[in-house]
Nanobody
Framework: VQLQASGGGLVQAGGSLRLSCAAS????????MGWFRQAPGKERDFVAG????????DYADSVKGRFTISRANDKNTVYLQMNSLKPEDTAVYYC???????????????????WGQGTLVTVSS
């Protein structure tokens, strides 16, 4: 599985961006997919996730109501729509495939096996 993240860029506070994560090699196959972000000098944190089979979603408290995760089966792609962006959203964003057995651990980076290369989001104030 190869994951290709794209869509990052520079945006002013209050603006929007949509990130994409396209899989190649193999399909997501009913897996749970997650978005994480890592700001300079900080740990990689869970942002949002989606269960491929039933579209169940999870969000970090910091992005609830502003970010929306979705997926397109025919394109084997996961999206992260980011609205009302804040300077504190500035980070490199990564998509990843969950390998765990329970959604209780979807926020842990250790439960993901394949990662995209990351796409930089910069929000100016």
């Amino acid at each position: 599985v190869q994951l290709q993240a794209s869509g990052g860029g520079l945006v002013q506070a209050g603006g929007s961006l949509r990130l994409s994560c396209a899989a190649s090699g193999r399909t997501f196959g009913g897996r749970y997919m997650g978005w994480f972000r890592q700001a300079p000098g900080k740990e990689r944190d869970f942002v949002a996730g989606i269960n491929w089979s039933d579209s169940g979603t999870d969000y970090a408290d910091s992005v609830k109501g502003r970010f929306t995760i979705s997926r397109a089966n025919d394109k084997n792609t996961v999206y992260l729509q980011m609205n009302s962006l804040k300077p504190e959203d500035t980070a490199v964003y990564y998509c990843a495939r969950f390998m765990g057995n329970t959604r209780a651990v979807v926020t842990s980076v250790d439960e993901y096996d394949y990662w995209g290369q990351g796409t930089l989001v910069t929000v100016s104030s």
